[in-house]
């Protein structure tokens, strides 16, 4: 057992070398670099007008057929399908007007140092086309797709072309933040009430610098319930842990910041969610980044990060039998799903996941409850972490 | 004994009756028959009668028809109507027989093409000017030699002759005919079937005539002239064998010149010659030497049945005239004013065994074809806001009533439209103009408004009507592919400025410039697209049709044949 693991440690630490470096050149990258890469797209397309050719945008595909888990780094990574749109294609023709738009606003938010929000990007380039009825954008969903599009184009994250989605998420722990675009404020996470620290949309290095951390590891707690739970029994400042709520599915802003503490500072990062489908999910994300973000996994997701819980094992080990929930049909359908899943695809992983659909339960994290209030914080979590009772 | 004598008395009485009983009598409950009933189909009926035959004079005589219109309105239900023409006019002796005496006209037993085979006659609408207000008819007549006369007219019902009064000379050269009447109990529309319409519809099929046309309103509608041909005058035809009935052969035979039946048959029918009578010769069992003037029914029925059983060449079409591709399509495009317009002449063909015919077809499509739905005045009589009109014609006459009865009518809507770029045919603007020709006209009933829907009548007209659609629907596809091609360049075109802006503010490059360029690049893209388009529509109406054709063509080859 002793052998087994000591040999998965090998290969993360392979993992993790490899995207670190991948991940720095990346990192780097400013407002600067950013708009210059627009300015050079927005070029390609004035000479093709210029020489009679029909402009195009290029962008990645990113359907199910150009997604694919890259072993050696450990995440889910976009193919080099590429996609174009050209402008003059009746299908194409209003999309192409559409990027252009966006292009020049986010050029114009990286030149002039502004940020928005996706919402506000949709309302500021809505109007009326000419002598016409009809609109620039109908519907966000419209704007959404060609930020997408432009972060896929220019191989970045929208948070670095100044652009947002709503944060989620919430950060506590004794760690030091500097928030560089807003008076230069500095914070210390553990000193700022429970509520702790909303977690911002855009966690980039020239907005939000760390500071200074005093952790061992970083502990993403998918219920809001637990979070505070865990809050109130100073389990951060007990176990040199930063806490990480992320409310359900973490949101981009989220996990990049685990990205960051985990790359930057080389914390280790628990995952620990409810044992279901969703809860798996979510880990996965964090872990391996997700399919629809598959382009920007290098800056988001964390292929070293452990689950911690909930397992089955749990509900043997605590005697949590009665407190388990019957799985719907939905969720074995899902269970089903993920079994299939390439980076679900080890012993741990298939043993948990068969077990779970055979058994047709899962457990909550709140079920801990059942013990006593203070369980998972003075034993269920220190003695798994102690023992480094992971699943890969 | 008693009732015998009764009889003979009522019998007697039954004939003194029956001479007495007097033309406006018949007349009056023949009305309908006559195709005077309706009061607005009334008016246009006598529109009609007088205007063939000023269109029939001047052919025979060679004369470029002018003709002017007026009806005056007088009163409730009351109208007065002149026509003038510039034709070879009346002499005084022959203008009681023509305006005086009804069933006078020489066109009954002739078997020519005429316009006026039907209707009551001019002397008709004398007839019904004087029973309806008791006035007699106004003339003034001309031969332009200086010998203008002016007279009134009215008919002695009780003989069915002519009453001539206040003849008097006119000191002024004139040459033509002035027709004055008045009736009662008519009434002046606008409508599809009302005069006006029924002159616009004369004034396309006759496009060498120049038509005025004042209303009641003081409205005054001119039809110029498109063509400077006068149509032939027609030649009369000998029946052919395939067409006659018993009844046909004894009454020719009553009358014929001829001393032998053998002549009688070679020279009062077409198409029989010597091969013909030794054939027929084999298949009666009299001698064909007989004199015709003895011929008995049944002799006569000999002859019929060996005419069914011997092959004649087609009657010859020598008595067709038609008006002409060229000439309807110049009408069609001054009187319609359509977007395009194709017409065709097809070839003589035969119905019935023995009846020549010949259709002419045009169809106008777009601009001012079709009735238009907004304009109440023209539109009022029709039931479903029809856009698409049908104009049908016989021997250059309009036929303006009994549409639904109509060969015509059935043909047009037989066709299936939609393979012909005419999504929904009501409500699609085309007029289409069909002449049906024939020295002898199918029609449905005495109204003589409706062309029977004979087999080989409905494949010609069917052809006809295909094969002008086909070229109609290269001129709608081509013009859709152009519709459709403005708006895809407008809708290229709205995006541009905002394009060339966004562009602009980011590589500082001019905006106009870039915009420019984008236009330029869109209109190359269209042509490009024009070009493919427009070929590949093309083959497909092309390859669909000319199969059709090729087989309705087979199959009025082997009836006629």
């Known amino acids: 057992m002793a052998k087994k693991k000591s040999s998965v440690k090998k290969t993360e630490r392979k993992i993790s070398k490899a995207l670190s470096k991948s991940v720095a050149k990346k990192e780097k990258e400013g407002p600067k670099e950013i708009a210059a890469r627009i300015k050079e797209v927005a070029r390609g397309i004035v000479k093709d007008i210029e020489s009679g050719r029909n402009p195009k945008f290029k962008t990645k595909q990113r359907g199910r057929g150009n997604v694919l888990f890259d072993e050696k780094l450990g995440i889910i990574k976009l193919g080099d399908k590429d996609t174009t749109r050209t402008f003059l294609n009746i299908a194409h023709a209003r999309k192409f007007l559409q990027t252009m738009l966006v292009m020049s606003k986010t050029y114009e938010y990286l030149t002039n140092n502004k940020t928005a929000s996706i919402r506000e990007v949709y309302y500021e380039l809505k109007h009326t086309i000419g002598n016409t009825k009809e609109n620039t954008f109908e519907d966000q969903r419209e704007s959404d797709a060609c930020i997408v599009d432009l972060e896929h184009s220019i191989d970045t994250i929208r948070e670095k072309l100044n652009v947002h989605a709503n944060p989620k998420g919430t950060l506590y722990g004794d760690i030091t933040l500097v928030d560089r675009q807003h008076h230069n404020d500095t914070f210390n996470c553990l000193k700022l009430g429970r509520g702790g620290w909303s977690i911002m949309s855009r966690i980039e290095p020239h907005e939000i610098e760390i500071k200074k951390i005093n952790a061992k590891y970083v502990l993403v707690i998918e219920t809001s319930a637990m979070y505070e739970r865990l809050v109130e029994e100073d389990f951060a400042r007990k176990n040199k842990a930063i806490l990480v709520g992320t409310g359900g599915q973490a949101a981009r802003g989220t996990r990049r910041l685990i990205h960051r503490l985990h790359f930057e500072h080389k914390l280790p990062v628990y995952v620990f969610t409810d044992g279901d489908p969703y809860g798996w ?4 994300v964090i872990k391996q980044g997700s399919m629809a973000l598959a382009a920007h ?10 689950y911690i819980g909930m397992t089955l094992e749990d509900v043997e080990d605590y005697g949590l039998q009665n407190v388990t929930e019957k799985m719907k049909p939905g969720d074995i359908k899902r269970a089903k799903e993920l079994l299939a899943y390439e980076w679900f695809k080890n012993k741990p992983w298939q043993k948990e996941l068969k077990k779970a659909i055979q058994l047709k339960i899962r457990i909550e994290q709140q079920a801990l409850a059942n013990k006593s209030l203070e369980f998972v914080a003075k034993e269920y979590l220190p003695k798994k972490i102690k023992n480094e009772e992971f699943l890969p | 004994m008693a009732e015998e004598l009764k009889s003979v008395i009522t019998g007697e009485r039954l004939a003194k009756e029956f001479k007495e009983h007097s033309v406006a009598e018949f007349f009056k409950k023949n009305r309908q028959m006559l195709g005077l009933y309706g009061k607005v189909r009334t008016l246009t009926t006598v529109v009609h009668e007088y205007i063939t035959n000023s269109l029939d004079a001047c052919e025979e005589a060679g004369i470029l028809p002018e003709i002017e219109v007026k009806i005056d309105e007088l009163g409730p239900e009351y109208y007065q109507v ?33 316009r006026g085979q039907q209707g009551i006659g001019a002397s008709g609408c004398t007839m019904l000017s004087q029973m309806t207000t008791g006035k007699a008819i106004k003339v003034i007549s001309g031969t332009g030699k200086g010998n203008t006369f002016a007279c009134e007219i009215t008919i002695d019902p009780k003989r069915n002759e002519p009453k001539i009064e206040n003849m008097r000379d006119l000191d002024r050269n004139f040459r033509g005919l002035m027709i004055q009447a008045r009736f009662k109990g008519v009434l002046y529309r606008e409508s599809v079937m009302g005069p006006l319409e029924y002159i616009r519809r004369t004034a396309i099929a006759n496009p060498h005539a120049k038509i005025t046309f004042r209303s009641p309103k003081g409205e005054k509608v001119v039809f110029n002239r498109t063509s400077t041909y006068i149509p032939k005058p027609p030649k009369a035809m000998k029946p052919h064998p395939a067409g006659v009935t018993v009844d046909d052969v004894v009454t020719m035979a009553h009358h014929t010149k001829a001393k032998k039946v053998s002549s009688f048959l070679k020279n009062d029918f077409e198409r029989i010659g010597d091969t013909a009578l030794e054939k027929i010769q084999k298949l009666v069992s009299f001698d064909l030497n007989k004199d015709p003037k003895k011929l008995t029914w049944v002799e006569a ?21 038609p008006i002409g591709e060229e000439r309807i399509r110049k009408s069609l495009e001054s009187i319609v004013q359509p977007e395009y317009v194709v017409t065709l002449t097809r070839a003589p063909k035969v119905y019935a065994g023995g009846y020549p015919f010949q259709v002419e077809i045009g169809i106008a499509y777009g601009g001012k074809a079709g009735i238009s739905t907004n304009n109440n005045s023209r539109s009022q009589e029709e039931e479903f806001g029809v856009r698409v009109e049908i104009m049908r014609f016989a021997n250059r006459a309009p036929l303006l009533f009994d549409a639904g009865n109509c060969a015509i009518t059935k043909a047009v809507h037989s066709i299936d439209w939609k393979r012909y770029g005419v999504r929904d045919l009501e409500n699609t603007p085309l007029t289409i103009f069909v002449n049906f020709i024939s020295v002898h006209v199918p ?35 081509a013009k859709r592919a152009e519709i459709e091609r403005r708006m895809k360049r407008d809708m290229f075109y709205k995006y541009i400025p905002e394009i060339a802006e966004a562009l602009s503010k980011i590589t500082k490059k001019d905006k106009e410039k870039i915009a420019k360029k984008l236009e330029w690049l869109v209109l190359t893209k269209l042509k490009l697209e024009k070009r493919e388009e427009k070929s590949s529509k093309e083959l497909k109406v092309e390859g669909k049709d000319s199969k059709k054709v090729a087989k309705g063509e087979e199959k009025i080859a082997e009836k006629s044949g």
């Open chain 2, 301 to 321: 029925e000999q002859i019929v049945n060996a005419f069914r059983k011997i092959k004649f060449l087609a009657p010859s079409a020598d008595g067709l005239r």
């Open chain 1, 281 to 284: 999910y979510i880990y996965s």
């Open chain 1, 297 to 306: 996994s290098r800056l988001l997701a964390c292929p070293e990060a452990k």
């Open chain 2, 443 to 477: 029609y449905t009933g005495a109204g003589k408004q409706a062309i029977a829907d004979e087999d080989e009548v409905m494949e010609e007209l069917r052809l006809a009507l295909m094969v002008c659609a086909r070229k109609t629907a290269r001129y709608i596809s």
């Open chain 2, 82 to 114: 002149t026509v003038k023409d510039n034709g070879p006019g009346l002499t005084k002796e022959t203008v009681g027989k023509a305006l005086g005496k009804l069933l006078a006209g020489t066109k009954f037993h002739r078997l020519v093409q005429m």
